[in-house]
């Protein structure tokens, strides 16, 4: 066995089921070695970002890890923005680098792709990653190897892993398999009877979800701890999607003054606000207007778990939950019924222009016909649109708000799963990233691709509207269609808008654009509050 071999085989038995990358002149010997070896199939896209995306998207839907294998320097490098993006939203992602062999860094020249040092490119990787390791020496490699594929799993965080191009046929040993962390159950029964006795004595209580709980695997177990405790059910921002399908009492995602004013009162007016693998950020919480208190939250995520009166930081997410699902007792059984969100549906099929709000229409009716679909939103107004969108599951980058996300993901998410998605893609984003689709072809991908078309940057527009550096002009998606191997129809009407989408779902096999074209200055409502909030928070928002 070679390190190639010890180290595809360690990625397989970690959780990962593909490769994505793209060939460069150091990684080239590890990508010979996986493509001969043929332990996990290799994807090949058109630039690193998407690579990354890709990987990450696969991870975030189909579990286990992502993995994106890139050649050294200018293609690592290349692949900051997604590393970044994946380290913030918590998403286990395996970095690959290709790097200069030994014989090569002690030859006194300067290497083609160096920055500053041979050494840079690991400095930055140090930033967005929680571990690195560096394959020089076959004897130690298996362990740093299995060390590093444990801290991907057991952060749920991307870690670095570089490869000298000499190193990849070199002799090595299997990569062994390293226990979970151990959790202290002295630790964390003291915590359960706390958070279990805060639950009996709430009158109103509910619980918000967020990504952790899909991160570390334990929608089952959340699922089953809310039919038990019968409260309604919320998510954040970041966590819509998660929960979709579960039988539990689902108001929707909580956006403070933004949202359903219906789930921000359970939220705001609930005596205990339990929130299980919630991350603070401002995309979850800056329209909340100071309506959450402190004093009626439990925050429990996979660092520890925080109490009005207390911390535990020794306690995981998973382990909480399973102690509460123990411990709990019976409900009341004056437990109030929590009241469904109402679907946005029926699309009428006249001769209006298309507003975003019909987007989230057009696809909740077919959702409704045809079941569900998984959705995949690039950042923008398209992703306000999705939080209108109905028992789907969905991937979107809200937190870290990266733009270029929707297409490769759609892509990253259709090869791990063989399911195919709906993407929603504003047309800044697929400027970026869109090109991809080109690759459909030779793999059988057919996501249904709706990109929303206002020949600008919309969301920008919505905090500074006469700025002209927001203005994209028209460059007509749907005609390029077919020579990326799809087909594309542009529409400008509610009627045109409900007869592409028919067609798009009922056609498979490539890949079905539909170009939405957008009034100046149409936007959801629900962008139209969040800049609301946002504006009153600060005076010069960043989106």
Known sequence: MNLSYSLLTALRAAGARELFGLPGDFILPFLMQAEESGILPLYTLSHEPSIGFAADAAARFGGGIGVAVVTYGAGALNLVNAVAAAYAEK????????????????????????????DSQLTVFAEITCAQAVLNDAATAPDQIARALRRCVAESRPV??????????????????????????????PCVADVAARLEAARRPVLMVGIEVRRFGIEEQVAALARHLRVPVVTTVMGRGVLTGHDVPLLGPYLGSAGDPAVADAVEESDLLLMLGVLHSDTNFAVADGKLDAERI????????????????????????????????????????????RAVRELHPDGAPIWPLDVARGINDILARVGP?????????????????????????????????????ALGLQARSGQRPIVLVGDGAFQMTGWELGHCRRRGWDPIVILFNNAGW????????????????????????????????????????A???????????????????????????TLARFVMGARRRTARPIC
């Open 298 to 341: 439990v925050l429990a995520v996979d660092q520890g778990v925080v109490t009005p009166l207390r911390g535990y930081p020794d306690v995981p997410l998973r382990a909480l939950v399973d102690g509460l699902l123990a411990q709990v007792p019976a409900p009341r059984r004056d437990a109030p019924a929590a009241t469904f969100r």
């Open 373 to 409: 679909m998984p959705i995949v939103s690039d950042m923008g107004d398209c992703f306000f649109t999705a939080l209108d969108i109905e028992d789907a599951p969905l991937l979107a980058p809200g937190y870290y708000a990266t733009m270029g996300y929707g297409v490769p993901a």
């Open 458 to 497: 919309g969301m920008l527009r919505s905090f500074e509207p006469d700025a002209c550096f927001n203005e994209l002009g028209d460059w007509h998606f749907a005609a390029l269609a077919e020579g990326l191997g799809g087909h594309g129809v542009r529409v400008g009407t509610r009627a045109e808008l």
């Open 91 to 118: 998403v286990p992602l395996v970095v690959i680098s290709g790097a200069p062999g030994a014989h090569e860094r002690n030859g006194g020249l300067l290497l083609h792709h160096q920055v500053r040092t041979l």
């Open 160 to 189: 670095y892993i570089e490869l000298p191009r000499d190193m990849a046929d070199v002799p090595c040993a299997g990569v062994p398999l390293l226990p979970a962390p151990p959790v202290n159950p002295d630790a964390v029964a």
């Open 499 to 525: 007869a592409a989408l028919e067609q798009a779902v009922a056609t498979r096999g490539r890949f079905q654009m539909i170009e939405v074209m957008l009034p100046m200055g149409a936007q959801s409502d």
